[in-house]
């Protein structure tokens, strides 16, 4: 054959009696499957996301499991994976990735948010992996009760945070085969919930879309009538076009979960106090944002922060605790907030962008900086940063100054990353330092899907 390339052949065997050898399959082989609609296969699920069985039960795969509860467990997973599989079928999410982080979340329920989060990232790349994390996170909460007149609030609040038709799915696949009055209730609750997210068209897959979509061709057109400062161009938003924008989407979305908004004519009246000289400010670009920082000792926060530009300024507690005597001194804690809120307070009043560098670990501890954030109308950006425990633990015994191995335990611990919808939006840095994933912007997100 003339057009083999030299040395390509090998063997004088015709390939018509050469044996039969079956294609190998990847280890991400089970996500694709999963992906196409194909039965979801445990330990090859298990084996794609790097884990074992063991973390099924325990969330940590260096702790040891009975056999016997280790077996109920691995078969109570079954059963959850299985009804999740035909309850996203019947959901119309019976291919893609929303039907893969609706079996993962159904097999990984009884992990750890925030490590799941960062270890998925890895085989599952940022967007997806923190998507899985937070049906895990979320799914728990429709087992319970929650007052019916503020309901479908909630439910657009936590359509910003994940699919509502795969997170119903997901809270009720997890109560399969359980039995008792708990049991019941809860899912009494969960269908409850999702009669009445399906009466306001929420558990389609991205109920918000065509108002952000409508909201943002609506600005294009305003700025090619009017000539807008605060949005010279919605083609690759950047700067303070897109600071000024993904503000008036917060907004909108803030308003359509107080009923207060159906249409893109609405979300356009709404807006505009934030695109207008009703705020002048606003329109001059002057208005102070704020980078809330979040996440455990190591994971490469203040990195992130000196590689971030235009920053007027910056508040760190670990420098404030330097400027005391010693970064590792945890004696004055509360002074040292004190001192940093009041820092942040002065930094916002001035304008421009200001970068709080803290673990910031907990809502509660968020919450103070937030209420600085309010008081002067400053845009606020959450910039998660994710990365897996062992590489923290690694990091830690190499970085100038760490922290007792103790204490990042507790952090790790202790650590809940905000949801989307918490701030006006959300950056997730990855172990790279990157920005590798987005929420809450108006204009489509890095992985290419909308916001």
Known sequence: AKWVRAGHVRTDTHWMYAPVVENGL?????????????????PSLLAAVGMDEAELLTGDSSETVESTVGSAVGSAVGSAVAEVSARLDGLGRSSGDARLAGVLAALLHRGRRSRLAARLAVPLGMPLARRVADLVGLHSGLHRAFPDEERLGGLIRMADAADLGVLHAVAGAVLAGRTGTEAAEA???????????????????APLEPLRVGLRDEF??????????????????????A??????????????????????????????????????RLKSGAFPRLIHLVGPSGSGKSA????????????????LRQARGSRADQRANAEVLRQGLDRLDTALARGGTVVWDATSLSRQQRSLVH?????HDALLTHAVV???EEELARR???????????????????????YPGQAHRTWYVGAGGTVDDVAGVLESTLDGEEA
């Open 26 to 42: 990847g280890p991400a082989a089970a996500l694709w499957a999963v992906r196409s609609g194909a039965g979801a296969d445990v």
């Open 187 to 205: 899912r009494e609750q969960v269908e409850w919930s999702a009669l009445n997210a399906d009466d306001a068209g929420l558990l389609g897959p």
């Open 220 to 241: 294009a057109a305003l700025d090619a009538l009017d000539g807008l400062d605060a949005l010279d161009s919605l083609d690759g938003l950047d700067g303070l076009d």
């Open 243 to 280: 600071d000024v924008a993904d503000r008036c989407w917060a907004e909108v979305r803030k308003y359509c979960a107080r009923g207060r908004i159906v249409s893109v004519e609405e979300a356009l009246a709404v807006s505009r106090r934030w695109r207008s000289g009703a705020f002048p």
């Open 304 to 319: 992130f922060a000196a590689g971030l530009r235009g920053v007027d300024a910056s508040v760190s507690l670990d420098d």
């Open 371 to 375: 209420a600085v954030a309010r008081r």
């Open 386 to 388: 994710l990365v897996r």
């Open 396 to 418: 830690n015994t190499v970085r100038p100054h760490p922290v007792p191995p103790g204490v990042l335990a507790a952090q790790l611990r202790r650590f809940d990353p905000p």
